[in-house]
């Protein structure tokens, strides 16, 4: 028989429900792999060892009484730490948020509870999701699974993390330019960047509200299309989400037109170009026709992303002056001239510059200029790759234009790290879904392959990665841990 910990989501819910085991023992053995691999994957910051045995406790009790259960019932999943979880702190992987404890649960926490999920704990990020590495946290990097010395992605890369080395069955990561794709891509499981209004964001710690998105990372499509549709929805406390179909397993799959992005193939590592072009001959197996395409203003994105983002988290992060987030200070202690150099402190060098960057784009006479250039070069690509989308059903090309790579590669030189991010940031330019699907590996580090499809075309996404999956066969764990 299969590890308890390493079977699927829905694998879980119906072992439990033909009572081929209990959810303490499935509980139990996924705490004792955490035990083994964590000293190492360092995928955590807070892990709630007691919750998760109560809530598998509760489980087991409903199951023995024959009552309903959820559709993720007894399953354990991972949240990333810029996820509101009421009672369990909540930190972004930033000081200043070290002893935060939310009063309340962001909307995807209160439906995956309703669904029976056990939350697990909360797993690193890059501090408030700017990074592509998890180096950036300010408690320790997560490393790669399939190979400790390589960043496991970022900046859900304690998600990614988490799910490659077995420590949860599925996790929820939030992706502003990349952060689920990423680390999907360089750990070899499938994220997914939902099309901007499909997740309610209420709840996730603002990075950058008009480009981000909470999303599934999972080992198999089926997971994946569970927990989408778990969270997904409008939400009365989020104006920007909106209702949409759910989404389901194919039962055979419709032809679909598929461009390979020529940019992105071009610019990329011989390896990684290699895998696309092998995964686009497996899309010709499965009756997809795939010819190369441009994408005229494609090189705007990375710049256009980087100044919004930036402007947007200039103003998100002024909440953290210590007067409404940040430390508590005695009278004694409070000294009017070092009060906003302790606010200094407690963020990273990385959050700084993003600040810095953000409010200079913003400031008067600047804001023409480059503020409201970005947003115009933005609407251009959105525009422009919806005119694609009346062609082709799906863009794709490889979710990461390098290889896993060593810590400390790119963390002295900031232009370096945003530059493995000029892949994703164009699906959250657009608005648009996009999902990263393991295709392969090299020197045994993985490779993904990037799905893009029109606004709310994620059953396309879908769709062709479930057939993918089918055909491409990935191992699903790393050995080496
Ligand atoms: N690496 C990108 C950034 O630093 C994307 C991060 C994300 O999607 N949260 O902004």
Redesign the pocket.
């Known amino acids: 028989m299969t590890r308890l910990d390493e079977l699927l989501a829905y694998e879980v819910v119906e072992g439990l429900t033909e009572g081929q085991f209990t959810a303490e023992d499935y509980v139990t053995t996924i705490l004792k792999r955490i035990e083994k691999v964590e000293p190492k994957v360092h995928s955590f910051i807070t892990l709630d060892t007691d919750g998760a045995l109560s809530s598998a406790k509760i489980i087991d009790k409903k199951l023995k009484e024959k009552e309903a259960i959820g559709q993720l019932a007894g399953v354990i999943v991972g949240i990333k730490d810029n996820i509101s979880t009421q009672g369990i702190r909540t930190t972004c992987a930033s000081k200043i948020l070290e002893n935060y404890v939310p009063t309340y649960d962001a909307t995807v926490i209160k439906s995956l509870k309703e669904s029976g999920a056990i939350l697990l704990g909360k797993l690193n990020?890059?501090e408030?999701?700017?990074?592509?590495t998890t180096e950036?946290s300010r408690y320790q990097p997560t490393r790669n699974p399939w190979n400790l010395d390589c960043v496991p992605g970022?900046?859900?890369g304690g998600s990614g993390a988490a799910v490659a080395a077995g420590e949860c069955t599925i996790a929820l990561g939030?992706?502003?330019?990349?952060?689920?794709r990423?680390p999907s891509s360089f750990c070899s499981v499938i994220g997914l960047?939902p099309t901007y209004g499909r997740v309610s964001r209420y709840g996730l710690i603002s990075?950058?509200n008009s480009?981000?998105q909470i999303g599934p990372i999972c080992r198999s499509v089926r997971d994946l299309v569970i927990m989408l549709n778990i969270i997904s929805g409008k939400d009365t406390f989020d104006n920007t989400s909106m209702p949409s179909n759910p989404i389901s397993i194919p039962k055979r799959l419709n032809k679909l037109n598929v461009g390979i992005i020529k940019e992105l193939i071009t610019g990329s590592d011989q390896e990684v170009t290699k895998s696309v072009y092998f995964a686009s001959e497996k899309f010709k197996e499965i009756g997809c026709p795939c010819e190369e395409v441009s994408i005229k203003n494609l090189h705007y994105a990375l710049p256009s992303?980087?100044t919004l983002?930036s402007a947007e988290?200039s103003s998100n992060l002024a909440r953290y002056d210590n007067l409404r987030y940040g430390f508590d200070y005695s009278i004694g202690e409070y000294k009017w001239d070092t009060y906003f150099s302790n606010v200094r402190e407690n963020f990273g060098e990385?959050v700084k510059r993003?600040i810095l960057i953000g409010s200079y784009v913003l400031s008067s006479g600047y804001y023409g200029k480059y503020y409201l250039k970005a947003r115009r070069l933005r609407s251009l690509l959105r525009l422009e790759l919806l005119e694609l989308f009346k062609k082709y059903d799906l863009l794709i090309g490889p979710t990461m234009p390098i290889l896993p790579f060593k810590f400390g590669e790119k963390i002295d030189d900031p232009i370096k790290?945003?530059l493995?991010?000029i892949n994703?940031?164009i699906a959250?330019l657009a608005g648009i879904p996009a999902i990263s699907l393991p295709i392969g590996f090299s020197n045994g580090l993985p490779i993904g392959l990037q799905l893009m499809a029109a606004p709310f075309g994620e059953q396309k996404l879908i769709d062709a990665s479930y057939e993918l999956e089918k055909i491409i066969n990935i191992p699903r764990r790393p050995n080496s841990i």
């Not at 408030?128 to 592509?132: A, I, V």
């Not at 939030?174 to 689920?180: K, L, Q, Y």
Request: charged residues 20%; proline residues 0%.
């Open positions: 990020l890059d408030f999701g700017m990074g592509s950036y970022g900046s859900s939030s992706d502003t330019g990349g952060s689920i990423c960047k990075y950058a480009l981000e992303y980087y983002a988290a990385e993003r790290m945003y493995v991010d994703t940031v959250n």
